[in-house]
């Protein structure tokens, strides 16, 4: 059997895989598999906090298979030697506690809302409700505040978003490729409860996320210029008293990930 593939931060132990995540969830699911792109089939996975536990079972659930008429033409059929083909989904049992939210999974997941066995209870006292979304200058001090209460129309926070000061770095790509970053910091406020539970945010402070939104001058990674494609644009929380150079500073510091391998970035300079 293969290593299954969960996530960039996998461990494996056969019959078990150990991954790592950025997402806290809480639950225990069963799944049947479905070929999972041939990297192992029925499974039980258990979430907690930001691990997930993988164990490999044997085929005690079967796939969810559903056959269709084919409109192949004669030659089709006489080299195949049937006229249908099979549509295969993963069938799953269990739940989930995930952004405040509980998902649960009893049966096929055909990704149809018409045949999918599956529900989200959206949980109030759990959920946050959006307040603002603010914009900093170069030296982080406010430059714009726009409210989900009174929100203006798209091209309106497009022009404010575009007015925003922002910074540019040139950095090397992990190719040697030199491309330029343009920054601008954004800020985002939600509080606690939703509807009749909104009385929540009187007892529990504010969630803020400052974060820096980056724009890259070309495409980054080593899938650039493939059908995937590179990456054009980022956005990374920041710390406590970061500006634009520091942050960014940060990010390339560290490792990043494309879809197939791990690479690095190389800090220049302030772009000219």
């Known amino acids: 059997m293969r290593k299954r ?12 895989t150990l991954s790592k995540d950025t997402h806290k969830r809480y639950g225990v699911v069963i799944d049947s598999g479905a070929f999972e792109d041939r990297r192992g089939g029925c499974h039980i996975r258990v979430y907690l906090r930001r ?9 005690i659930i079967p796939d969810y298979v559903v056959r269709h008429q084919a409109s192949w033409d004669a030659d089709t059929i006489a080299r195949l030697g049937r006229d249908w ?10 739940f989930c506690f995930f952004e405040g939210n509980l998902y649960t999974y009893f049966g096929p997941q055909t990704h149809d809302s018409r045949t999918t066995k599956s529900r989200v209870f959206f949980l109030p006292w759990r959920n946050c409700r959006f307040i603002r979304h603010s914009l900093y200058d170069l030296k982080g001090e406010h430059f714009h505040t ?29 190719d ?27 007892i529990r402070g504010p969630e803020i996320e400052r974060s820096l939104s ?12 493939s059908w995937k494609g590179g990456m054009v644009g980022h956005a990374i929380t920041m710390l406590p008293g970061e500006l634009h150079e520091a942050a960014f500073k940060r990010y390339c510091e560290q490792e990043h990930r494309s879809k197939y391998r791990r690479f690095r970035i190389r800090y220049v300079g302030v772009s000219a």
Do not use: M
């Open 214 to 225: 980056i724009e890259f001058s070309s495409e980054v990674g080593p899938e650039k210029g």
């Open 176 to 202: 040697g490729q030199r491309i330029t970053a343009t920054t601008h910091i954004e800020e985002r406020e939600w509080r606690r409860g939703t509807g009749i539970f909104a009385w929540l945010s009187w």
């Open 85 to 94: 083909y099979e549509e295969r989904h993963s069938r799953e049992y269990g």
């Open 146 to 174: 726009e409210f989900e209460s009174a929100r203006a129309s798209w091209a309106a926070t497009s022009a404010v978003r575009d007015a925003c000061p922002k910074a540019k770095f040139d950095f090397e790509d992990y």
């Open 51 to 59: 691990w997930t536990l993988i164990c490999e079972l044997p085929p």
């Open 5 to 16: 593939r969960w996530s960039g931060n996998d461990r494996h132990l056969w019959p078990f």
